[in-house]
C-alpha cells in the first residue's frame, strides 16, 4: 500500500511562489506514474502536472512556464514548485501516483494541501 503526505501549502499573495512536497511511503521506483492534481471549490479535479518513468509529461494549459515537478528518488519524494502563482490557482493540490504509465489514470492519493494565493 503507497501513501502519499503533502506538504508546503499556505497561503501567498499574487506573484509569489511556494513549493509542494509529497512524501511517499514506498519506494517511489516500483510507480510508473506520478502527478500533482488540484480542485478548486466548485470545480472539479484536474491535472497540473505529472509524467512517467518512460518520460511522458503532461500539464495543464494553465502552469506551463510557471509549475515545475521533479523528484529526488533517494527520498522518495516528488516536488512542484508553483511560481507566479494567480488567484486562480488556489486549490487544494493533491499528489498521486500509480503503476500504470498513465498519468490520468492515479491508483494512490494523498489528503491534499490547501494552497490560497490573494489578490
Known amino acids: 500500500q503507497v501513501q502519499l503526505v503533502e506538504s508546503g501549502g499556505g497561503l501567498v499573495q499574487a506573484g509569489g511562489s511556494l513549493r509542494l512536497s509529497c512524501d511517499a511511503y514506498?519506494?517511489?521506483?516500483?510507480?510508473?506514474?506520478m502527478g500533482w492534481y488540484r480542485q478548486a471549490p466548485w470545480k472539479q479535479r484536474e491535472l497540473v502536472a505529472g509524467?512517467?518513468?518512460?518520460?511522458?509529461?503532461n500539464s495543464a494549459d494553465s502552469v506551463q512556464g510557471r509549475f515545475t515537478i521533479s523528484r529526488d528518488n533517494a527520498k522518495n519524494a516528488r516536488y512542484l514548485q508553483m511560481n507566479s502563482l494567480k488567484p486562480e490557482d488556489t486549490a487544494v493540490y493533491y499528489c498521486?501516483?500509480?503503476?500504470?504509465?498513465?498519468?490520468?489514470?492515479?491508483?494512490?492519493w494523498g489528503k491534499g494541501s490547501l494552497v490560497t494565493v490573494s489578490s
Open positions: 514506498e519506494n517511489i521506483r516500483r510507480l510508473n506514474a
Open positions: 509524467n512517467t518513468v518512460s518520460g511522458a509529461t
Open positions: 498521486a501516483a500509480s503503476y500504470s504509465y498513465d498519468v490520468f489514470v492515479m491508483d494512490y
